[in-house]
Each structure stands twice: as structure tokens, then as C-alpha cells.
């Protein structure tokens, strides 16, 4: 059940655009993503929800194909605070609302 | 508002011993979720609270445990310890499905 993120480790050059895959098998209601910073908490960047609706920090962007199930986490014009490990969060459809199982995150250092 | 609190934030226990961590969501948020977190294995979930009822449970032992409060505030439980429980233990709690979760700072344990 816990989703798959892709790639595994990213390295930037500030200002290189990168993006972070996230799939599941299961049909999803939502996709959650989050950043982690070393010695911190998990801060929230976005929610998608089935249906299109998006609530998240204006400066960052993601998709999510409800068809094939999968959300992608786009970062433009990286900069070092960027850095850090990005993990993805779904809920699946019918039977798990509020049980956000993470995946494995996807670790990303920027780098001047 | 006041952000997630997590209490203590570092524990030492040996093998054997019991633990409980504590854990207070922001004000109005009625669901909290715990998870716990390796190097290894990421973001592992352990158990959801709404409203005093816990609604969703991942893949550990009876050793853990947890409840919740008619403040909304949870507490989880472990007996036995084990070495291999030495985890940073998160709780998130948020307004309900469709919305994201704040974490907390985490609880600290190890297990000697």
C-alpha cells in the first residue's frame, strides 16, 4: 500500500528545475506532500484531492493523473533551502480516509 | 495558533520497559495520527485518533498502543521495549479527510 516515489536522490545546481514522482495501486482520494529538513518535523507543501482541488504554497506546483494515479512535485528555479528529503502521502478511495501512508521520500540536496 | 507539542522530546529507556508519549494537536483539530520513523523505513504509520475512537492502524505489534483524549490530545503507549523501537515517534493531527497535517517535533527515544 505505501506508494512509490521516484527518483530515489536528486542533486541541483541552484536554479535547475527538478521533479519528484509519487504512484500508487491503489486508487487514491488524496496525494500529500511534504518536505524534511535534517533534525526537523515534516512541513506540509500541498494536497491534491480527487477531483482537482489543490491546497498548498503558492510557490510550489504538482499534478495528479487520477487516472493512472500518480502526483508529480514540481520545483523550479531550486534554491539551497530546497534541499532536504521530499516525501509523498496518499490516502486510498473507500476504505482508508485519514490513514496517510508515506512513501519511502526522495532526498534532494541543492547545491551552489 | 499554537503548533503540534510533543512531550518529552528525548526519552533513554532500556529493553524490557514501558513507555508512554504524549502528544497535543492544534486547537480544533479533532484527528491525530502517529507515526513512527527510522533511517531505514522512513514514515511508518501507526495509528489514527478521531474523536476519542481510534479509525485506522498500521502494521505493528500490540506493543503499541494509543489513545485519545476528549481534548483531542493522544498519548501512544509502548510495552516491552525493544531495541529496535529506538525511533523518532511523530504525531500529525489535522482538521479531518481532505486536509493536510502539521507534525509535530517529534519524541526521541532510545532504546539501550
Known amino acids: 500500500q505505501q506508494p512509490v516515489q521516484s527518483p530515489q536522490a536528486v542533486i541541483l545546481r541552484e536554479g535547475e528545475d527538478a521533479v519528484i514522482n509519487c504512484s500508487s495501486s491503489k486508487a487514491l482520494y488524496s496525494v500529500h506532500w511534504y518536505r524534511q529538513k535534517h533534525g526537523e518535523a515534516p512541513v506540509f507543501l500541498m494536497i491534491l484531492l480527487k477531483g482537482g482541488e489543490q491546497k498548498g504554497h503558492e510557490k510550489i506546483s504538482a499534478s495528479f493523473n487520477e487516472k493512472k494515479q500518480q502526483s508529480s512535485l514540481y520545483l523550479t528555479a531550486s534554491q539551497l533551502s530546497y534541499s532536504g528529503t521530499y516525501f509523498c502521502g496518499t490516502e486510498v478511495m473507500g476504505t482508508s480516509y485519514d490513514k496517510v501512508i508515506f512513501g519511502p521520500g526522495t532526498s534532494l540536496s541543492v547545491i551552489p | 495558533k499554537a503548533g503540534v507539542t510533543q512531550t518529552p522530546r528525548y526519552l533513554i529507556k532500556t529493553r524490557g520497559q514501558q513507555v508512554t508519549l504524549s502528544c497535543s494537536p492544534i486547537?480544533?483539530?479533532?484527528?491525530v495520527s502517529w507515526y513512527q520513523q527510522t533511517p531505514g523505513q522512513g514514515l511508518q504509520f501507526l495509528f489514527e485518533?478521531?474523536?476519542?475512537?481510534?479509525?485506522n492502524k498500521g502494521n505493528f505489534p500490540g506493543r503499541f498502543s494509543g489513545r485519545q483524549f476528549s481534548n483531542s490530545r493522544s498519548e501512544m503507549n509502548v510495552s516491552t521495549l525493544e531495541l529496535g523501537d529506538s525511533a523518532l515517534y511523530l504525531c500529525?493531527?489535522?482538521?479531518?479527510?481532505?486536509?493536510?497535517?502539521?507534525f509535530g517535533p517529534g519524541t526521541r527515544l532510545t532504546v539501550l
Open positions: 485518533y478521531f474523536s476519542e475512537t481510534q479509525r
Open positions: 500529525a493531527s489535522s482538521a479531518g479527510t481532505g486536509y493536510y497535517r502539521f
Open positions: 486547537s480544533g483539530h479533532r484527528s
